[in-house]
């Protein structure tokens, strides 16, 4: 079970292998998921309605954009900034995962509450997110650049990204959208680890194991996917500004993808967004982005558990 809980050993691993458990599982799900979150992104920073209806809109649907984006830039562009991506998964995993078992451990050891209750698990794993938000954003922002450009690119590689934006932005432009994104990631982080509890709880109790068939990799798997769904769905209108904000000074490598907006802060954002866009303008990319925090959320947690259950028997067997 994800966070501590003193009812049973399955947790009796180190927190060295709980981060390398929290990595691994972050790397592989980045590696799988990385196409839905180029597609998602494009769809959050266009201006123009995503309607098949508009002339001037470049991408309408998930099968319309994936087909133009490879037809215009090739199959390597589903991965593009997967570098930096995947350096960002690793890290967060790390410290995201380590930080919630330290967390609910120690509510468990300082207080009367159950380090298994929904309110404890929302809490703590806002709070682990938010620490491995701090510790990745610079990671996030070289994502979202390297996703959102177009051809020709701007940046070539890892190194001339970094280089060109701190010389021609500065050093804050790494930390670009980190308001929102602490204001979006503990709430949805949150969910995510409460919702994935009750889920497993409400699962286990409505299919319950039988003897020698625990079914236990499908239920992490279906859980977290649904904690996934319902965690994105009630945060997204802030994921949107973040990447809005994360692209800001980058407007010249957009040119081909249609209209492009400036814009000041967190506030300013938003206030454009629905003046110019309407309140759907806040929900444009849910479609990729839920199948895509299905996809991820369920594989983070698949991966997470069945990694601390493979260091937990290699230990067992060891000793």
């Known amino acids: 079970m994800v966070g501590y809980d003193p009812s049973t050993d399955c947790k009796n691993i180190?927190?060295?292998?709980?981060?390398?458990?929290?990595?691994?599982?972050?790397?592989?799900?980045?590696?799988l998921i990385s196409p839905l979150d180029v597609i998602k992104i494009?769809?959050?920073?266009?201006?123009?309605?995503?309607s098949r209806h508009d002339p001037q809109a470049k991408y309408h649907g998930i099968m319309q954009a994936g087909r133009k984006i490879l037809q215009e830039e090739g199959p390597a562009a589903f991965w593009k900034g997967h570098i930096p991506a995947q350096i960002l998964s690793i890290g967060y995993g790390a410290v995201q995962f380590l930080s919630f078992e330290l967390l609910t451990e120690l509510m468990h050891r300082a207080s009367r509450y159950d380090a298994r209750d929904f309110s404890v698990h929302f809490l703590c794993g806002g709070l682990s997110a938010c620490a491995a938000t701090l510790t990745v954003q610079p990671m996030d922002v070289l994502r979202t650049r390297f996703a959102a450009q177009g051809e020709p690119r701007v940046y070539k590689t890892l190194q001339d990204a970094m280089v060109t934006m701190y010389r021609t932005e500065g050093p804050l432009v790494f930390y670009k959208g980190l308001q929102p994104t602490?204001?979006?990631?503990?709430?949805?982080?949150?969910?995510?680890?409460?919702?994935?509890?009750?889920?497993k709880q409400a699962y286990e109790w409505a299919v319950p194991?039988?003897?020698?068939?625990?079914?236990?990799?499908?239920?992490?798997?279906?859980?977290?996917?649904?904690?996934?769904?319902?965690?994105?769905t009630l945060t997204y209108p802030l994921d949107l500004v973040k990447k809005r904000l994360q692209v800001g000074g980058f407007e010249h490598a957009r040119a081909t993808f249609g209209q492009v907006r400036s814009y000041s802060g967190l506030l300013d954002c938003a206030k454009q967004v629905l003046q110019d866009e309407g309140s759907q303008g806040f929900f444009k990319g849910l479609s990729p982005?839920?199948?895509?925090a299905a996809l991820s959320t369920g594989l983070m947690f698949f991966w997470y558990e069945l990694f601390c259950t493979m260091f937990y028997n290699l230990k067992k067997a060891d000793s």
Do not use: D, H, M
Request: proline residues 1%; hydrophobic residues 45%; positive net charge.
């Open 14 to 31: 180190s927190k060295f292998q709980v981060a390398v458990a929290g990595s691994l599982s972050g790397f592989v799900t980045r590696a």
């Open 42 to 50: 494009r769809f959050q920073l266009q201006i123009e309605r995503l």
């Open 182 to 199: 602490l204001l979006a990631i503990f709430p949805y982080a949150g969910f995510q680890f409460s919702f994935y509890s009750s889920l």
């Open 209 to 232: 194991a039988t003897e020698g068939k625990t079914n236990g990799n499908i239920k992490n798997l279906l859980c977290g996917s649904g904690a996934g769904v319902i965690s994105k």
């Open 289 to 292: 982005s839920l199948l895509k």
